[in-house]
């Protein structure tokens, strides 16, 4: 089992630029969640698929972020117009059916807005 | 409102000795219960969980933790660290009910130090 992997690992992107990271999850596992992590906010969710389909988008900050699940195998973070303070660690999780299982984490995509 | 307080930002012990990293919450039920460790650049990884029954939940790599439903706490323990101990422990709370039991609400982490 290979884990949640996400890539790339480091992104480096100059103002208003566009930012895709991607995550697989580990296979088997029909939750899946996307979180980023800065020293100052700490850990924030930020959204969840089910089955592929979009649950809850509660975190997403309203403009220029998006995401999708096309497939049961990948997910997409998009960013638009990135902005310095989009600078963060992205993490995505897998999980079983969702509910309260525990959430197995990717490596993170670093994000670097210039 | 749930929430998660984790009152050391910072934890510095010796190796062989024990550790103790608190953790409070903030519930209005039983919730369900998880302490993470994320190792530097690197995801986080699960060291236990706990869901009901037993207060005391037993991790990987000697790691404990004990849930107190009258102190909203839920403490982890280590017997002896090893320096590979190093590393940013958070405490983390998910509903056990209700439509947004997928939701993990993260302490703000500690940051052990191990030193030989």
């Known amino acids: 089992n290979a884990g949640v992997i996400q890539t790339p690992r480091h992104k480096v992107t100059g103002k208003g630029q566009e930012a895709t990271l991607w995550c697989e999850p580990i296979s088997g596992h029909s939750a899946v969640f996307w979180y980023r992590q800065t020293i100052v906010q700490g850990l924030e969710f930020l959204t969840y698929?089910?089955?592929?389909?979009?649950?809850?988008d509660s975190g997403m900050p309203k403009e220029r972020f998006s995401a999708q699940m096309p497939n049961q195998s990948h997910s997409t973070l998009k960013i638009q117009s990135t902005q310095p303070q989009d600078s963060a660690v992205y993490l995505c999780?897998?999980?079983?059916?969702?509910?309260?299982?525990?959430?197995?984490f990717g490596p993170g995509t670093r994000l670097t807005v210039l | 409102a749930q929430s998660v307080t984790q009152p050391d930002a910072r934890v510095t012990v010796s190796e062989g000795a024990s550790l103790q990293l608190r953790c409070k919450y903030s519930?209005?039920?039983?919730?369900?219960l998880f302490w993470y460790v994320q190792y530097p650049r690197q995801g986080l990884q699960l060291l236990l969980k706990?869901?009901?029954?037993?207060?005391v939940v037993q991790g990987v790599n000697g790691f404990e933790a004990e849930f107190s439903k009258s102190n909203s706490s839920f403490h982890l323990r280590k017997a002896s660290v090893h320096w590979s101990d190093s590393a940013v422990y958070f405490c983390?709370?998910?509903?056990?009910?209700?439509?947004?039991?997928?939701?993990?609400?993260f302490g703000k982490g500690t940051l052990l130090t191990v030193t030989p």
């Open positions: 698929f089910r089955n592929q389909a979009p649950i809850d």
């Open positions: 519930y209005s039920g039983t919730p369900y």
């Open positions: 706990y869901y009901s029954g037993d207060p």
């Open positions: 983390v709370l998910s509903a056990n009910s209700g439509g947004s039991n997928y939701k993990l609400t």
């Open positions: 999780a897998s999980s079983l059916v969702g509910g309260s299982y525990e959430q197995y």
